[in-house]
Every structure is written in C-alpha cells, then in structure tokens.
C-alpha cells in the first residue's frame, strides 16, 4: 500500500518554494528569485527541472536553496 506523506514547507525572506514537472518541492533562494520568476513566465519547465536539479538535497540542506 503506498503512504501518502505530506510535507511542511516553509520559505524564509523572499524565497520562494516551487514544485517542478517531476514533482520534487524546491526552496529558491531569494537571490535567484527573479531568475526562476522569469523562467516561470516563459513557460520554461526544462529550465525549472535544470535548475532543481542543481539544488542541495534536504539531506544536505544548505542556506543556499534546497530540494525536497
């Protein structure tokens, strides 16, 4: 049976949190804010899913934005 586990993601300042195409929950940090903004208004999902993946892993949460 699959668990259905819900998170409580909470963002700092302006950060900014965000969920990409593959379904993980990113935290943006607030100085690459506009950068992912702008990717959200062109539509831009690959540019979105490239830089999450650049993101440390929670497991290796780091000031610097994380992934969930």
Do not use: F, W
């Not at 539509?43 to 497991?59: E, G, T």
């Amino acid at each position: 049976m699959k668990e259905n586990i819900k998170k409580q993601v909470e963002a700092e300042g302006g950060e900014l949190i965000l969920r990409n195409s593959y379904g993980d929950i990113a935290i943006v940090p607030t100085k690459h804010r506009l950068e992912v903004e702008g990717m959200i208004k062109d539509n831009c999902h690959h540019c979105i899913d490239s830089y999450v993946s650049r993101l440390p892993k929670y497991k290796d949460y780091a000031e610097d934005g994380s992934i969930y």
